[in-house]
């Protein structure tokens, strides 16, 4: 059974860090892009960054780009998300998705949620002003 499950989740003031990790199991991870999505009340969700964990390819929204870092530990099948230099526009749940990369070929867009054939059931992040 796939499982993405999400943590690091919290209350942070402006300009603080957050670092959430996805503890991916259930395939092969080195086989998957991870990518990292947002969603804030009333918002459709968000795409932030994703990372190819074969090859280590990234991308970031720019939004977040020079604030946010994904990485990925392929020994424990983690993904990260260090969120520095947090706004409260940051505020959101943030969820982690895998998509097998078989699929991708072409103009195959990993910044949507449609992408993505697993999802993990999120993490709140909440940032005050």
């Known amino acids: 059974e796939v499982q993405l499950v999400e943590s690091g989740g919290g209350l942070v003031q402006a300009g603080g860090s957050l670092r959430l990790s996805c503890a991916a199991s259930g395939f092969t991870f080195d086989h998957y892009v991870i990518g990292w999505f947002r969603q804030a009340p009333g918002k459709e969700r968000e795409g932030v960054s994703w990372i190819d964990n074969d090859g280590g390819s990234t991308y970031y929204v720019d939004s977040v780009k020079g604030r946010f870092t994904i990485s990925s530990d392929n020994a424990k099948n983690t993904v990260y998300l260090q969120m520095n230099s947090l706004k409260p526009e940051d505020t959101a749940v943030y969820y982690c998705?895998?998509?097998?990369?078989?699929?991708?070929?072409?103009?195959?867009?990993?910044?949507?949620?449609?992408?993505?054939?697993?999802w993990g059931q999120g993490t709140q992040v909440t940032v005050s002003s």
């Open positions: 998705a895998g998509v097998f990369r078989g699929k991708i070929y072409g103009d195959y867009d990993l910044s949507v949620p449609a992408a993505y054939d697993y």
